[in-house]
């Protein structure tokens, strides 16, 4: 990856791609491009390139960008979502997949559903959702495609929901909020494959190191899957400004990125960093090195939406056994992170999955006499 050749040069470096960039991971930089909205705007960045996310909050820069967050934020908190707990775990249980099941596609599926149902109460048109959430699961060029008359339609279909709205989703909740169809469909975009990736890699990893697979330790095996593969791989921000950073000037309109992919592999920030190792998030975490959903005043709002259903999802699979079949779980880089191949799992139910564990007990046990 042409960021990790760069990150051999220091913690801050140089890019040229279609324009000059310059590229920085470690904490201090991330504090100053997070936390400075004024100098570090949105407009004009990465986002803007995709139809996905070129709109709503993720476009609108300070003095606005607070008062729009303040109209979002309390229906997004975890006090607001818990009354879709229950619900969102009948939608994986009813979904739960067959024996061999490939992680990707099941999570894509499951994730399309449980979206669905928080926003709009399940009602929206599955095969209208599907169409147009798939391409945000495929590489390049794929999710930066105009597609005008799809994203028409799904406008109209949202408007629709928040006109008449499910009783207590999400269309409900920012029904007041204005331009509350496209703040949906934007939160609904960035929401999706972001989290249906990271669900397939904590079930690819789940299935082979099976002493995490436990609902306790669950919320520490997201945070590691997260650390490894940010599926926000790559920030950026324009400079409206003149701003020096150390020794180097940067100019007005210069395109600055963050990489939290960088930041949560910087051996100097994590030990190991290469290694799956749940148990690290058991004690503290860098200030400004863990950001999987950004970090500051435009922390993603879809943060706790986005823990409950990986949370959710991954509970059922607690009750028994997996293991991985085949699989390349090496990380590419797109719009978001993604898998590099298709992950083929194997679950086995409880009963199965505990007599396994005592034909190994009594293995162990004659070996030792």
Not at 56 to 79: K, M, S, Y
Request: glycine share 8%; proline share 8%.
């Amino acid at each position: 990856m042409l960021l990790q050749e760069g990150a051999q040069l220091g913690g801050m470096f140089r890019l040229r791609l279609w324009r000059p960039v310059v590229v920085g991971y470690r904490p201090e930089w991330n504090r100053l491009v997070l936390r400075d909205l004024e100098t570090f705007r949105s407009r004009g960045s990465f986002s803007a390139l995709t139809p996905y996310l070129a709109g709503g909050i993720v476009l609108t820069d300070a003095p606005a960008h607070r008062e729009r967050r303040q109209a979002l934020n309390p229906h997004l908190f975890t006090r607001s979502l818990r009354p879709w707990e229950h619900r969102l775990a009948e939608v994986v249980e009813r979904s739960l997949p067959p024996a061999r099941f490939e992680a990707l596609e099941w999570a894509s599926t499951t994730v399309r559903t449980m979206l669905d149902e928080v926003f709009f109460g399940g009602r929206l048109d599955g095969d209208l959702l599907a169409a147009f959430l798939n391409p945000l699961h495929r590489g390049f060029p794929h999710p930066f495609l105009p597609r005008r008359r799809l994203f028409a339609r799904m406008t109209r279909a949202i408007e629709a929901e928040v006109a008449d709205p499910a009783p207590g989703s999400l269309a409900e909740s920012l029904g007041h909020v204005d331009d509350a169809a496209e703040e949906l469909r934007v939160s609904l975009a960035a929401g999706f494959d972001t989290t249906a990736h990271t669900l397939a890699w904590a079930l690819w990893h789940l299935s082979e190191h099976p002493e995490w697979c436990d609902v306790e330790t669950l919320p520490l095996v997201i945070d590691e899957i997260l650390r490894l593969y940010p599926s926000g791989w790559l920030g950026s921000r324009v400079t409206s400004c003149e701003v020096v950073v150390g020794d180097v000037a940067l100019p007005t309109d210069t395109l600055v990125l963050y990489s939290p992919f960088l930041s949560h592999r910087d051996p100097v920030l994590w030990s190991d960093p290469q290694r799956f190792d749940p148990a690290r998030f058991a004690g503290s975490r860098p200030a400004w090195g863990f950001l999987p959903f950004g970090a500051g005043e435009r922390t993603c709002l879809g943060t706790h939406l986005a823990r409950m259903i990986l949370r959710i999802a991954l509970a059922p699979f607690c009750r028994g056994e997996l293991r991985a079949v085949a699989g390349d779980p090496t990380p590419k880089a797109g719009l978001t992170l993604r898998p590099g191949g298709p992950l083929v799992v194997e679950r086995r139910p409880v009963s199965l999955a505990s007599a396994e564990g005592r034909r190994r007990v009594g293995e162990r046990a004659a070996d030792d006499a």
